[in-house]
């Protein structure tokens, strides 16, 4: 099985940085994704990592370490429109599109 | 492009009937998965389906099951509903090739009296 941990909830200011972490322990990585999702709405896709490095988009970059478990998405110049909630997946190998999602992440922005 | 659609937005059952959800792929997509998410338990993954076929399952009871039809359009059943059933489900498509993102519909709210 997977087990994905992510923080619950993280407050910054509009203009500020923040990174979120996620870790995860799986028997076959094949992928991780991050999303948004604002309250009452769909998740949206916002990056895929699947090999060790830097993805950037934007003011969203996302990081990932195959070797520790370990991601984070990074949110720049936070917008108001930022504050929702960051989900974290993982796909395993030869599981097709089961994502297995850490509990989320709330993000509040304040002017 | 259309996203995905699902089918109604909202809908309240009572404990003992069964319930069907529709979702409507974005065109081209072959790949139609369903969660299930709650407050407690979060995002949880029911089924998968590609090309008519289940290709995964989630650890849900038999109660939840699901098609795919030849259009890729899908539906999810649960039948003997209970209280604990109440939550948002979402379908999710994609193109179902390597790294392709899912892409979710709105979801239907159910509620379970």
């Known amino acids: 099985g997977q087990n994905i941990d992510q923080p619950t909830e993280m407050t910054a200011t509009e203009g500020a940085i923040v990174q979120i972490n996620c870790t995860y322990q799986t028997s076959g990585f094949n992928g991780l994704f991050w999303y948004q999702q604002h309250a009452g709405e769909a998740p949206t896709f916002l990056s895929y990592n699947v090999l060790d490095g830097l993805e950037e988009k934007g003011r969203f970059s996302s990081f990932l370490s195959r070797s520790k478990g370990y991601s984070y998405l990074l949110l720049k110049e936070l917008q108001m429109k930022d504050s929702a909630s960051y989900l974290c997946a993982v796909r395993e190998e030869a599981a097709g599109n089961k994502l297995t999602f850490g509990g989320g992440t709330r993000v509040l922005v304040k002017p | 492009k259309a996203g995905v659609t699902q089918t109604p937005r909202y809908l309240i059952k009572t404990r003992g009937q069964q319930v069907t959800l529709s979702c409507s792929p974005i065109s081209g997509h072959r790949s139609v998965s369903w969660y299930q998410q709650t407050p407690g338990q979060g995002l949880q993954f029911l089924f998968e389906?590609?090309?008519?076929?289940?290709?995964n399952k989630g650890n849900f009871p038999g109660r939840f099951s699901g098609r795919q039809f030849s259009n890729s359009r899908s539906e999810m059943n649960v039948s003997t509903l209970e209280l604990g059933d109440s939550a948002l489900y979402l379908c999710?498509?994609?193109?179902?090739?390597?790294?392709?993102?899912?892409?979710f519909g709105n979801g239907t709210r159910l509620t379970v009296t």
């Open positions: 389906y590609f090309s008519e076929t289940q290709r």
């Open positions: 999710a498509s994609s193109s179902g090739t390597g790294g392709s993102p899912l892409h």
